[in-house]
Nanobody
Framework: QVQLVESGGGSVQAGGSLRLSCVAS????????MGWFRQAPGKEREGVAA????????SYDDSVKGRFTISRDKAKNTLYLQMNNLKPEDAAMYYC?????????????????WGQGTQVTVSS
């Protein structure tokens, strides 16, 4: 059974940084993707960053390019999202997700497994 547990959310001022972590258990892919998604109140969940596990390639939503970095520690089965220069519009519930699919990995529909989320608040 795949379980994903996020941590690292919190409240920061605009311009600040946070690092989110997602510990995965029961998930040992040779390929596939892991990603970070976010959902703000009244909005749909959107893909923020994705890591292609086979190639190590990454994809980012345009709104976070140059500010967010997705990475993974394979030995710790942990996915990270380093978020720098945070803006008030980045405030949302952030979710970690995993899939055995290896294409279109910023699309929510590609993912089978989801964490419970961690809240990020950014004040101006």
């Amino acid at each position: 059974q795949v379980q994903l547990v996020e941590s690292g959310g919190g409240s920061v001022q605009a311009g600040g940084s946070l690092r989110l972590s997602c510990v995965a258990s029961g998930y040992s892919p040779s390929g596939g993707c892991m990603g970070w998604f976010r959902q703000a109140p009244g909005k749909e969940r959107e893909g923020v960053a994705a890591l292609y596990l086979g190639s190590g390639g990454t994809s980012y939503d345009d709104s976070v390019k140059g500010r967010f970095t997705i990475s993974r520690d394979k030995a710790k089965n942990t996915l990270y999202l380093q978020m720098n220069n945070l803006k008030p519009e980045d405030a949302a519930m952030y979710y970690c997700a995993a899939t055995y699919y290896a294409t279109y990995c910023l699309r929510e529909a590609r993912y089978e497994y989801w964490g419970q989320g961690t809240q990020v608040t950014v004040s101006s």
